[in-house]
T-cell receptor, first 116, second 111 residues
Framework: GAVVSQHPSWVICKSGTSVKIECRSL??????MFWYRQFPKQSLMLMATSNEGSKATYEQGVEKDKFLINHASLTLSTLTVTSAHPEDSSFYICSAPVAGGMDTQYFGPGTRLTVL | GDSVTQMEGPVTLSEEAFLTINCTYTATGYPSLFWYVQYPGEGLQLLLK?????DKGSNKGFEATYRKETTSFHLEKGSVQVSDSAVYFC??????????FGQGTRLTINP
């Protein structure tokens, strides 16, 4: 089946620095990708919808300037956490639906961010 | 807004035991319902789905029936294996809108 990868799988950074997380669809093209955030023992919360060639759509309460999303190609979306703080520490997951099938979303393995 | 509630984990069972993971939802319309599974170190995978009331989704021995009257979509398996150890997420989706997930239930099967 289709595969979505994320890089890095984990990252530790100092407070105030920026961190970029990549999400790639390895064997299919994805005009849309989704970014989720998961706190320990809690559900995945959709942060934003990444659209190739246009601006991302952010969910209510998600800071656009804090979480920069770039969908530069049909196989790559990036999430940059700017000026990270300890409260940004979380598990970030991306997903991409197969074209024409929103029910079939392929998820990346996630990136664990720890901000010191 | 729409929401999904799962039974709290973790759940620990012995091999060949019967499994039930409860899931209930709150939605204004008629959502599609899903169960996703996340094995250690991997991304979420669609396990099964149901798109309308009384539909039964099934895969890999797992089943779940869309019960509109009780707004439930409980996951069941008659005889679990060690390889079923994973985190299970119940989710709903309204039309083309976003997926709404439950908090996940960690299942551990002991040999």
């Amino acid at each position: 089946g289709a595969v979505v990868s994320q890089h890095p799988s984990w990252v530790i950074c100092k407070s105030g620095t920026s961190v970029k997380i990549e999400c790639r669809s390895l064997d299919f093209q994805a005009t849309t990708m989704f970014w989720y955030r998961q706190f320990p023992k809690q559900s995945l919360m959709l942060m934003a919808t990444s659209n190739e060639g246009s601006k991302a759509t952010y969910e209510q309460g998600v800071e656009k300037d804090k979480f920069l999303i770039n969908h530069a190609s049909l196989t790559l979306s990036t999430l940059t956490v700017t000026s990270a703080h300890p409260e940004d520490s979380s598990f970030y997951i991306c997903s991409a639906p197969v074209a024409g099938g929103m029910d079939t979303q392929y998820f990346g393995p996630g990136t664990r961010l720890t901000v010191l | 807004g729409d929401s999904v509630t799962q039974m709290e984990g973790p759940v620990t069972l012995s091999e060949e035991a019967f499994l039930t993971i409860n899931c209930t939802y709150t939605a204004t319309g008629y959502p599609s319902l899903f169960w996703y599974v996340q094995y250690p170190g991997e991304g979420l995978q669609l396990l099964l789905k149901a798109t309308k009331a009384d539909d039964k989704g099934s895969n890999k021995g797992f089943e779940a029936t869309y019960r509109k009257e009780t707004t439930s979509f409980h996951l069941e398996k008659g005889s679990v294996q060690v390889s079923d150890s994973a985190v299970y997420f119940c989710a709903l989706r309204q039309g083309a809108q976003k997926l709404v997930f439950g908090q996940g239930t960690r299942l551990t099967i002991n040999p």
